[in-house]
Each structure stands twice: as C-alpha cells, then as structure tokens.
C-alpha cells in the first residue's frame, strides 16, 4: 500500500534552498526565551500561502506575501509596501519580519504589556503555552486576544490557559467564521510544527546562528506578475 502524502510531504517539495536557508536565517532571531524556531517558521509560512503558492496581490492592502503580513505589521518593521516594491513578497524580508514579529509577541505575552488605552496583557509564565497565544495573536492581532484574556479573568477563568481564552472570543466582535479561523490556525501551526520538525531538512540549530542581513535589492529594483510569478525585475 502506497504511503500517504502529507499537506508537510507537499510543501517541503516547495522548499528551495534559497527558501530555506531564509528561513533558517530569519530563526536566528530566535533565543532561549522562546519556543519557536526554523520549523515554526517553516508551519506558518505553510499555513499563511502554502509556501508561497497563495500570496495575493502587490500593494495589497489586506495581508499579502509570503508570510501574509498586514500593511500596517510590514511597514512597523520597516517594510516597504507597494505595488512597484512590495517586500511582503521577498521571502528573505518577510521571514526576518514574521520572525521578528512572533518574537515580539513572545515578548507582549511574558509580561504585562500595554497594548492599547485601558488594555495590557496577561503574562504568561509557560513558554509552551504562550506560543498559542502568540500564534494566534499573528493570525488575529495581539489586542484581540489581549481582551479575551481579560475577558476570560472577568469570567473567573484561567487568563493563561489558551483552552480557557480561546472560548471567549466568540464574544468579541469577531464573526463565527474568523472564531473559528483561530483555534484551528493554533492548532494546526503546532500539528505542522511538529512533523516539519520530523522531516523537514532545515537545521533546527539555526536560531544560533548569526543573524545575516540581506542584500538590498536597491531603488531600480521592482516586483511584476508574470503568468501567476512574481519576478524582481532590476534595471
């Protein structure tokens, strides 16, 4: 009996070397203080455009690119976000934002972080159980899940446990449909993670290296579809 092709089995056959050697550099952002490293990397980006099958239009000004980045997430990380240059479809800038995003939330979630008037985090002590909340707060935002936390406290409820938090959200303004977007985005990174983790060939101890910046492309460098390709054209 043949064996069965995995989604993972798939999308590793999408994953060329330039690919992962972006993804292990951008892992490098990684430490000790996380759980994450290139095999999260490699689940999310899975996850957002199916390794850059399923990436949008440029200039887009919903989530866009590779790892899906929102308009206002890619230019607070310095992005450029255009119809002529939209980085968001770079693999190497991409992966460094989305990782340095994920870090970022990480560090939202280990402490009390203001986030908006009146809103902060709960923090989390378990490294393991706040990266659901970090995943599911790059698939819906930091602030949404920052009030069902408060909103799981109001309750009597564990604010630290994603079990707990993860049922209020459908008392936000969020519809049926994204509720339930969220709770399988988290579980579903975490499932991939772990067989990424089992036969993906990217070095695991990446998130040791040193970071490496990558070339600029310059200013006469600018991104066309062609044919269902997006092509970096440089005069």
Same mark, same amino acid.
């Given at each position: ?19 992962? !050697? ?30 850059? *099958? ?20 890619? !230019? ?65 935002? #930091? ?7 408060? *909103? ?28 339930? #977007?969220?709770? #399988? ?13 089992? !036969? ?36």
């Amino acid at each position: 009996m043949p064996k069965k092709v995995s989604n993972v089995d798939i999308w590793l056959t999408r994953e060329t070397s330039h690919v992962r !050697k972006a993804l292990e550099n951008a892992s490098s952002y990684f430490d000790s203080k996380d759980d994450f490293n290139v095999n999260t990397l490699e689940a999310i980006y899975a996850q957002e455009s199916s390794f850059g *099958l399923l990436k949008r239009e440029h200039g887009s000004k919903n989530p866009a690119g590779e790892f899906h980045l929102g308009v206002d997430t890619a !230019k607070r990380y310095g992005l450029s976000v255009a119809k002529g240059n939209d980085q968001r479809f770079d693999i190497d800038y991409a992966s460094i934002t989305a990782a340095r995003y994920l870090k970022d939330l990480n560090k939202f979630f280990s402490k009390g972080t203001p986030l908006l008037k009146g809103l902060k985090t709960i923090p989390i002590q378990d490294i393991a159980e706040r990266r659901r909340f970090v995943l599911a707060s790059y698939n819906v935002g #930091e602030g949404t899940i920052a009030k069902a936390q408060r *909103l799981a406290l109001q309750a009597g409820k564990d604010p630290t446990d994603w079990n707990n938090v993860k049922e209020f959200l459908k008392a936000l303004d969020l519809s049926a449909k994204k509720v339930k #977007e969220i709770r #399988e985005y988290v579980d579903n990174v975490s499932e991939n993670e772990i067989e990424f983790a089992q !036969k993906s060939s990217a070095d695991k101890k990446a998130k040791d290296w040193k970071f490496t910046k990558p070339k600029s492309q310059g200013n006469k460098c600018h991104w066309i579809t062609k044919d269902g390709h997006h092509i970096l054209i440089c005069d």
